[in-house]
């Protein structure tokens, strides 16, 4: 079965970087479009990037264009995000997600993994 | 990349229907119809009830469907149970090749 597992959240002082993973299974990875969405606390989903199947192709939400970057490794299943010049309102639960088809909305989601920007 | 209009909450008995509306741009849910609906029980991730605007996954109960008319996206949750008690969120393609979601819509079971 589909299986998405993030890693790398934690405390962060605004400013610095962090890079959070999700690990990818049960389905050929090398062939789906992957998303990063976030949740701050107590409000909505927001989309924040999303990479093509071939690593072509990346979109970004307008308010982390320039200081995120997602990438994908088809050899390992995995897809990153490096989050840098990290601020307080970047701060939220991050979900890796796998697109239906090409770059449109996710079907599976992981369980996500928590950023606090704080100092 | 303004968030597309959900109502902020609907309610209904166990039994009834509800229909909660997502209503977004020409650069979104009205020229594609890649607009899906989540469910999101609380301290849960979001989990797919519809995509490509009335589809539904293996799996998920025939109660829940979804239309689009112009600009705007509906779900319809007919058969009200209390366990459907949770956030629903909409998501659309856009026209810049991102992805937006509703504002978020909290179900009450009375």
């Known amino acids: 079965q589909v299986q998405l597992v993030e890693s790398g959240g934690g405390v962060v002082q605004p400013g610095r970087s962090l890079r959070l993973s999700c690990a990818a299974s049960?389905?050929?990875?090398?062939?789906?479009?992957m998303h990063w969405v976030r949740q701050a606390p107590g409000k909505g989903l927001e989309w924040v990037a999303v990479?093509?199947?071939?690593?072509?192709?990346?979109f970004y939400v307008d308010s982390v264009e320039g200081r995120f970057t997602i990438s994908r490794d088809s050899s390992k299943n995995t897809l990153d995000l490096q989050m840098n010049s990290l601020r307080p309102e970047d701060s939220a639960v991050y979900y890796c997600a796998r697109s239906t088809q090409s770059l449109t909305p996710p079907d599976y989601w992981g369980q996500g993994t928590q950023v606090t920007v704080s100092s | 990349q303004s968030a597309l209009t959900q109502p902020a909450s609907v309610s209904g008995s166990p039994g009834q229907s509800v229909t909660i509306s997502c209503a977004g741009t020409n650069r979104d849910v009205g020229i594609y119809d890649y607009v899906s609906w989540y469910q999101q029980q609380s301290g849960k991730a979001p989990k797919l009830m519809i995509y490509?605007?009335?589809n539904r996954p293996s799996g998920v109960s025939s109660r829940f469907s979804g239309s689009k008319s112009g600009n705007t996206a509906s779900l319809t949750i007919s058969g009200l149970q209390a366990e459907d008690e949770a956030d629903y969120y909409c998501?659309?393609?856009?026209?810049?090749?991102?992805?937006?979601f509703g504002t978020g819509t909290k179900l009450t079971v009375l």
């Open positions: 490509d605007v009335s």
């Open positions: 990479i093509s199947y071939d690593g072509k192709n990346k």
């Open positions: 049960g389905f050929m990875f090398s062939s789906y479009g």
């Open positions: 998501s659309s393609y856009t026209t810049s090749s991102t992805l937006v």
